[in-house]
């Protein structure tokens, strides 16, 4: 089955530096790969998302690309904000089935 | 659209018990994923549903859990005899049946402790 890797664990920034997030995955079928911000105590949301026939994707200070050849996809940052912080997970599915999530990494954004 | 619904918020039970976690999808979803969430770790995959049909329950464990998706109603996931390596944040998760059926949408979590 599909296996998601997600580094680094921890990520701690200076307030408008970037942020970059890793995640790799081991199913070459895997075709959609969503990413999800959860604060404290509350429920993850999806921030954006990408599919296998797109490289990269931008929405405002965050953007992700895709490596179909390498298996891996990359979520980034700019501009860090203190309501940056909370953990992202990254996650892989084949056509909207079964989503297998990445462990987290904790962001945090120092003013 | 008032999005995925869970509830209870806060369960307690005592070993031995039953835990009982509603979601009810939002309103055009038919497919429903239940995962747990151990504190500070990751979304562990359980189960997928669509409606009166389980898709795929590799990641729930074979004694005491089962989960359903009645045709009316919320799905339910059902822990039998409870023990404390049970007590965890336990999320739901619906997507569309047609259109762009990969956005998944989550609830607001159940935290069951047991005591």
């Known amino acids: 089955g599909e296996n998601v890797e997600q580094h680094p664990s921890t990520l701690s920034v200076q307030e408008g530096d970037s942020a970059v997030i890793k995640c790799t995955y081991s199913?070459?079928?895997?075709?959609?790969f969503p990413w999800y911000k959860q604060e404290l105590g509350k429920r993850p949301q999806l921030i954006i998302d990408?599919?296998?026939?797109?490289g990269e994707k931008k929405d405002q200070r965050i953007a992700v690309t895709l490596n179909k050849t390498a298996k891996h996809f990359s979520l980034h940052i700019t501009e860090t904000q203190p309501e940056d912080s909370a953990v992202y997970f990254c996650?892989?599915?084949?056509?909207?089935?079964?989503?297998?999530f990445g462990p987290g990494t904790r962001l945090s954004v120092l003013p | 659209n008032a999005g995925v619904m869970q509830n209870p918020r806060h369960l307690v039970r005592r070993r031995g018990q039953e835990a009982r976690l509603r979601c009810s999808p939002m309103?055009?979803?038919?497919?429903v994923y239940w995962y747990r969430q151990l504190p500070e770790e990751g979304l562990k995959f359980m189960v997928y549903?669509?409606?009166?049909?389980?898709?795929?329950e590799s990641g729930m464990p074979k004694e005491r859990f089962s989960a359903e998706f009645p045709k009316e109603g919320p799905s339910i996931l059902r822990i039998q005899q409870v023990v404390r390596g049970d007590s965890a944040a336990y999320f739901c998760?619906?997507?569309?049946?047609?259109?762009?059926?990969?956005?998944?949408?989550f609830g607001s979590g159940t935290q069951l402790s047991v005591l």
């Open positions: 996650a892989a599915s084949l056509s909207g089935q079964n989503f297998v």
């Open positions: 309103k055009g979803h038919s497919h």
């Open positions: 990408i599919r296998s026939n797109v």
């Open positions: 199913d070459s079928a895997s075709n959609y």
């Open positions: 998760a619906s997507s569309p049946a047609e259109g762009v059926r990969e956005k998944l949408f």
């Open positions: 549903l669509q409606k009166e049909n389980i898709i795929d």
